[in-house]
């Protein structure tokens, strides 16, 4: 996935990463920063190109060919460290952030009939917990969790307009689901990359209880791209 994954996500139009910058350079009183989920590292620099003045911008990934890419290209800004960790143990010793944040990293929301569900890459409840209790234990008091905003998914096909095409489908699964999805050479068929991940889903209530148990609260949102939580 990952030599594929910026031509996905820029030639795809994923993402809005400029809107997902600019809502988190909001966010003007944090100067020490993790981003869950970091990939390679485009929302990062999109954010450092606004506010190059962090004292500390931390990234964490489960994918080491990823972290290699974001290495490369976070390299202009000397205040950034990129870990391969699993987020259900997130351990950096000594480091406490004002703010963290998840965009299409382990947990983001999506629509649901008026209100908002909680998508996480996460399946087993208990390290669910486990992984928000660390990303807690890790904030200053007062600092803030921001989860992403996205649209709901959908299976779809989407040219990136250079001979190839991306294609994703959605399949029900108990308290979840699984989206499959691929990229093909346009000219002669061959899928280039396929993978398949299974998520948990949770209702609004049920994840706002979960955060709330590791002592974060809803906050007014500075602007559409996230919901945000506070550690009391």
Request: proline residues 6%; contains cysteine.
């Given at each position: 996935?990952?030599?594929?994954?910026?031509?996905?996500?820029?030639?795809?139009?994923?993402?809005?990463?400029?809107?997902?910058?600019?809502?988190?350079?909001?966010?003007?009183?944090?100067?020490?920063?993790?981003?869950?989920?970091?990939?390679?590292?485009?929302?990062?620099?999109?954010?450092?190109?606004?506010?190059?003045?962090?004292?500390?911008?931390?990234?964490?990934?489960?994918?080491?060919?990823?972290?290699?890419?974001?290495?490369?290209?976070?390299?202009?800004?000397?205040?950034?460290?990129?870990?391969?960790?699993?987020?259900?143990?997130?351990?950096?010793?000594?480091?406490?952030?004002?703010?963290?944040?998840?965009?299409?990293?382990?947990?983001?929301?999506?629509?649901?009939?008026g209100t908002w569900a909680?998508?996480?890459?996460?399946?087993?409840?208990?390290?669910?917990?486990?992984?928000?209790?660390?990303?807690?234990?890790?904030?200053?008091?007062?600092?803030?969790?921001?989860?992403?905003?996205?649209?709901?998914?959908?299976?779809?096909?989407?040219?990136?307009?250079?001979?190839?095409?991306?294609?994703?489908?959605?399949?029900?699964?108990?308290?979840?689901?699984?989206?499959?999805?691929?990229?093909?050479?346009?000219?002669?068929g061959q899928t280039l990359?396929?993978?398949?991940?299974?998520?948990?889903?949770?209702?609004?209530?049920?994840?706002?209880?979960?955060?709330?148990?590791?002592?974060l609260r809803q906050m007014?949102?500075?602007?559409?791209?996230?919901?945000?939580?506070?550690?009391?």
């Amino acid at each position: 996935m990952a030599p594929f994954y910026d031509d996905i996500m820029r030639l795809g139009r994923y993402y809005d990463y400029a809107a997902v910058a600019a809502n988190l350079a909001a966010v003007t009183a944090a100067r020490r920063a993790l981003e869950l989920g970091v990939g390679t590292g485009l929302v990062l620099q999109q954010l450092l190109e606004r506010r190059p003045d962090y004292d500390v911008v931390d990234g964490v990934d489960l994918t080491a060919a990823m972290l290699e890419i974001a290495r490369k290209r976070l390299q202009p800004w000397f205040q950034v460290g990129l870990e391969e960790q699993d987020v259900t143990g997130l351990d950096l010793p000594g480091r406490v952030y004002d703010l963290a944040w998840s965009y299409g990293g382990p947990w983001y929301w999506v629509p649901d009939g008026g209100t908002w569900a909680m998508v996480s890459h996460i399946r087993p409840d208990e390290d669910n917990a486990r992984g928000l209790a660390r990303v807690a234990a890790h904030l200053a008091p007062g600092g803030l969790l921001l989860l992403g905003v996205q649209g709901p998914h959908s299976a779809y096909e989407r040219p990136l307009g250079d001979g190839r095409t991306y294609a994703q489908r959605l399949d029900g699964l108990d308290g979840g689901f699984r989206k499959e999805y691929w990229l093909t050479d346009d000219a002669t068929g061959q899928t280039l990359m396929r993978q398949v991940i299974d998520y948990r889903l949770y209702s609004f209530p049920a994840a706002v209880a979960m955060l709330a148990a590791c002592g974060l609260r809803q906050m007014p949102s500075r602007g559409p791209m996230f919901l945000e939580f506070a550690l009391s």
